[in-house]
């Protein structure tokens, strides 16, 4: 693990925001195989140390902008497991009323501008919220996630131009898990994927995603930075997804073996890491860590009861929220 | 009253909102010195510096997200597309992103940003630099159109735009910026969803949108000339559409011509006119007219480019075979 300068109340922090990602990701996915999801969503299990170790180092001021896999963005950055899982069942107490779901669920109050679910859609947004942050002088930095599929899309290219023309307080966080979709990403992408960022004279950093503290470290000094006006920065992060693309691409093994996947659950796994670090540092004992491993399993099973409980929005809400402004846009 | 350009007018909108409100800004290409191509916006980046007339590459997709992300996060951008064409460019983050924010979130974001762009054809600018494509966005839910028909409505609709919370459309008729109107010195707003009346009629309404406004006057002179009494009614705003003027008049007079720029088919004409035939069918004496711009790609050469655009005489023609009780087919 890399070195860090702590305190054990962080680490703890860090720990539990990845098991509460894991914890809500296996929730999730056991409701989408038990059919009481509706649609269907993209798990994040894998790739906890990437949100956690990136949002534990901003302030809730601060802003994120997420993607269709976008779950660990939005706990990591201080969502509540009741809230979500009733947005991921279209029930009115969701984040969003039940209106966007797995792949649009945002919370402002914690500065989640939102997942998308256009690969690469947020890329603008989350430049933009970087503009706004240096014309009005508010000192906040903007993380925009993304996988590596969507560096194939134009638009990041266009907003990292502008970015680095006027020195905007944005951080582009691209999750390398490796694939794009069904396809792996060495097909996809030509060249290497920082020299992208480094093209603009963008400063680009590779990490590995399955090292907390590896990705905390680099996050802290590259926000600091970004504070100052010396953004943008590039973080391209190696990590995995343990899923499919989406919950229901099960049988996957003509693009992904699962000796691969084996290897990285058992060799990799940044919980597991983590978890190791901190028992071998004398941080936490194995007995604290089931402790919290328990408390947050109640915590998610408690949410998804009330959350299948939970009331759908009225139907009267259907032409609601269309305009701001408007109570009902089609009366 | 004094007499000012359309142009004049836009810059006047800008300037007095710019000067209200600091958050408040312009973002497209060659915005600041340049003014723009047709000099809308000469003199502001004087007033008021780079910061907030902000010159950009030519990257109308990166530009325009950066705007979403700004307006979602505490500003009020104005966006400046240099032509109407380029908003096929746009169509993500105008349609996907900011169009649908406010109600993915359940009501909790907003995106409270101008896109100020053109139509027109005959200005022998061919294919690619004549479209009017306001119908594309007025087809999304969560964006408003506005149509401003003179200089007068070019500021009091800008001034309403820029104070609006939602994603609003200017469209300006490009040939229309150096046609002077009057207009206050004192400040005034144009309400969104209030159409204009703009000539009393008893025997035919001619429903205009933009340039076609001075079209459908024009008609209505050479009408006037042979005993016909037409009504000329501007809606000014398409989103919202004053659906309950055009109604009363259609009503009053039984007989309606719907004249727009936009491609006939599937376009404005057709929704306004579908709408009078569901709610006055039986007070209609004929059927409504539709008169948009011929279905074809805007032609380079005079000869051709003409005659795609409904002119004052084509839709007197038309008021008078409706008049006459002949069954006809528009364009």
Sequence with gaps: MAK??????????????????????????????????????????????VAVGICEALEITDKITSTHRGHGHCVAKGAEFKEMFCELLGKEEGYCRGKGGSMHIADQSNGNLGANAIVGGSMGIATGSAFTSKMLGTGDVTVCFFGDGATAQGL?????????????????????????????????????????????????????????????????????????????????????????????????????????????????DPIIRFRGWMVEQGIATEEEIEAMNAEIKADAKAAVEYALEAKYPDVSEVDMHVYVGVEHALA | MRQITLSQAVNEALAEEMRRDETVFIIGEDVAEAGTPFKVLA?????????????????????????????????????????????????????NQAAKTHYMSGGKLKVPLVLRTNLGATRRSAAQHSQSLHALVAHIPGLKVAMPSSAYEAKGLMKTAIRDDNPVVIFEDKLMYNDKAPVPEEEYLIPFGEANIKREGTDIT????????????????????????????????????????????????????????????????????????????????????????????????????????PTPEGVAENARRLMSGEMIHAA
């Excluded at chain 2, 109308?60 to 908003?87: K, N, Q, S, W, Y």
């Excluded at chain 2, 037409?230 to 007989?255: F, G, N, Q, Y």
Aim: glycine letters at 8%.
């Design chain 2, 206 to 309: 001619l429903i205009g949108t933009s340039s076609m406004v001075q079209v459908c006057e024009k008609a209505a002179e050479i009408l006037a000339g042979e005993g016909i009494s037409a009504e000329v009614i501007d809606p000014r705003t398409i989103v919202p559409l004053d659906e309950a003027t055009l109604l009363k008049s259609a009503r009053k007079t039984s007989r309606v011509i719907v004249v727009d720029e936009g491609h006939q088919s599937y376009g404005v004409t057709g929704e306004i006119a579908s709408r009078i035939n569901e709610k006055a069918f039986y007070h209609l004496d004929a059927p409504v007219l539709r008169m948009g711009a011929m279905d074809v790609p805007v032609p380079f050469s005079p000869a051709l480019e003409d005659i795609t655009v």
């Design chain 1, 156 to 268: 990041w290219y266009e907003v990292m131009n502008m970015a680095a023309l006027w020195n905007l307080p944005v951080i582009y966080a691209c999750e390398n898990n490796g694939y794009s979709e069904y396809t792996k990403t060495e097909e996809i992408a030509a060249g290497s994927i920082t020299a992208r960022a480094e093209a603009f004279g963008i400063e680009a950093h590779q990490v590995d995603g399955q090292d907390v503290l590896a990705v905390n470290e680099l996050t802290q000094k590259l926000v600091a930075r970004a504070r100052k006006g010396e953004g943008p920065f590039f973080m391209e992060l190696m990590t995995y997804r343990y899923h499919g693309h989406h919950v229901g691409d099960i049988n996957r093994e003509y693009y992904r073996s699962k000796d691969e996947e084996k290897d990285w659950k058992d060799n990799r």
């Design chain 2, 43 to 95: 003199g502001l980046v004087e007033e008021f510096g780079t910061s907030r007339v902000v010159d950009t590459p030519i990257a109308e997709p990166g530009f325009m997200g950066i705007a979403v992300g700004a307006a979602m996060t505490g500003t009020r951008p104005v966006v400046d597309l240099m032509f109407g064409d380029f908003i096929y460019l746009i169509m993500d983050q105008l349609c």
């Design chain 1, 4 to 49: 860090s300068k702590h305190n054990t109340e962080d680490y703890l922090q860090m720990y539990r925001q990845m098991v509460r990602i894991r914890t809500f990701e296996d929730n999730a996915n056991q409701l989408y195989l038990s059919a009481k999801m509706p649609g269907l969503t993209h798990m994040y299990s894998g790739e906890e140390a």
